[in-house]
């Protein structure tokens, strides 16, 4: 049973099938690692302000598109096909397949987790879950 729809973040329709994915791209990935180490260099007595704090890097972004909608379709990116991940259960699974990614803690994969479970507002849409019958 499919009971999660991805939305597309540039047209806002909901994603069918193998029309879209979930995706990070690679290059925000090896970015973002190069920012977070120049930040936690620049603080090496490990002393943090909280001003300090709003300066760190933020995580990258997971992103959804149809494949029609997406303006940087021919980047390097890891993607998860919308037909892959359209239920809780698939989401356990891709959770656990990438807590072995070495990058996973570099992206908001835990705040779209929470934004899932109703925890968290949504940020941007990304996921709903459909009513049951």
Do not use: Q
């Amino acid at each position: 049973m499919n009971d999660l729809t991805l939305i597309c973040e540039n047209c806002a329709f909901p994603i069918a099938g193998d029309t879209g994915c979930l995706y990070v791209r690679m290059g925000e990935l090896v970015a973002y690692r190069e920012e977070h180490a120049a930040w936690r260099a620049a603080r090496s007595d490990g002393a943090v302000s909280a001003a300090e704090l709003l300066l760190m890097p933020l995580p990258v972004a997971w992103h959804t598109s149809h494949d029609k909608c997406r303006p940087d379709r021919d980047d390097d990116a890891y993607e998860i096909d919308a037909v892959r991940i359209d239920s809780w259960a698939r989401v356990a699974h891709w959770t656990a397949h990438l807590m072995d990614k070495n990058w996973l803690s570099s992206t908001d994969w835990k705040h779209l987790l929470r934004e899932l479970s109703g925890e968290t507002p949504s940020r941007r849409i990304r996921v709903v879950a459909k009513e049951a019958a």
